[in-house]
């Protein structure tokens, strides 16, 4: 168990919709960090927050949002869904020591699916 | 912008077989990491390389930082079906401005299978 929860485990919704993904970090963590997986595209790094701000930016799309709130949990919105953003989205968390970061932990991933 | 980039996509070994993948980057990285992700599950630290040319075992896994701090492989002795799954490295994109914006690159892993 690496100490990372993510909600809902599973997501179905239509073209259009919106939806929201919730991830609450690592006990003592403070950055929370969003990735997609898709089969093609590996890995791709979303977005960071760090103790409730962002901090580092990938390619999320516009119609993309996230936020960290004060106790730490964190939601991705995606809205005006459309069928590519069919996906595993992960949530990851670390935290930043004198010796630099932590290597991440993952939650299990909410796997979202457009139809 | 940094790419991090991995050989090969695919690796399908005889158990008893060794595995090895490979890992380069388009940057100097500070440090590189593997992470190791089961079919259905989600990427598990594995290692971490701090230093030039270090190199570290974990029991039938061995990790190679590069002399150059760009490439990186991670070789696997004598495969098992435990192995089965997908190797992905990772480095980090460091800005400038301070310690608390961390953006972990992944390579796009190799999927290893192993035929017992």
């Known amino acids: 168990d690496s100490g990372v929860t993510q909600t809902p485990k599973h997501l179905i919704t239509a073209t259009g919709q919106r939806v929201t993904l919730r991830c609450s970090p690592r006990?003592?963590?403070?950055?929370v960090y969003w990735y997609q997986q898709s089969l093609d595209q590996g890995l791709q790094f979303l977005i960071q927050?760090?103790?409730?701000?962002?901090?580092a930016k990938g390619n999320i799309l516009e119609r993309f949002s996230a936020q960290q709130f004060p106790d730490l949990h964190s939601e991705l919105n995606l809205s005006s869904l459309e069928l590519g953003d069919s996906a595993l989205y992960f949530c990851?968390?670390?935290?930043?020591?004198?010796?630099?970061?932590?290597?991440?932990?993952f939650g299990n991933g909410t796997r979202l699916t457009v139809t | 912008g940094q790419q991090v980039m991995q050989i090969p996509q695919y690796q399908h070994v005889q158990e008893g077989e060794d595995f090895t993948t490979y890992c380069n980057s388009s940057?100097?990285?500070?440090?590189i990491q593997w992470y190791k992700q089961r079919p259905g599950g989600h990427p598990v630290f594995l290692i971490q390389?701090?230093?030039?040319?270090e190199v570290k075992k974990q029991k039938r896994l061995t990790f190679q930082f590069g002399e150059a701090k760009k490439n990186s492989s991670l070789h696997i002795t004598a495969t098992q079906t435990t192995d089965v799954g997908t190797y992905f490295c990772?480095?980090?994109?460091?800005?400038?401005?301070?310690?608390?914006?961390?953006?972990?690159?992944f390579g796009k892993g190799t999927l290893l299978t192993v035929n017992p």
């Open positions: 990851a968390s670390s935290v930043y020591r004198e010796a630099g970061w932590s290597p991440l932990h």
């Open positions: 006990s003592g963590d403070l950055s």
């Open positions: 927050y760090y103790n409730g701000e962002e901090r």
């Open positions: 940057t100097t990285l500070s440090n």
């Open positions: 390389l701090v230093k030039s040319g």
């Open positions: 990772a480095g980090p994109l460091l800005r400038g401005r301070g310690g608390s914006n961390y953006k972990l690159t």
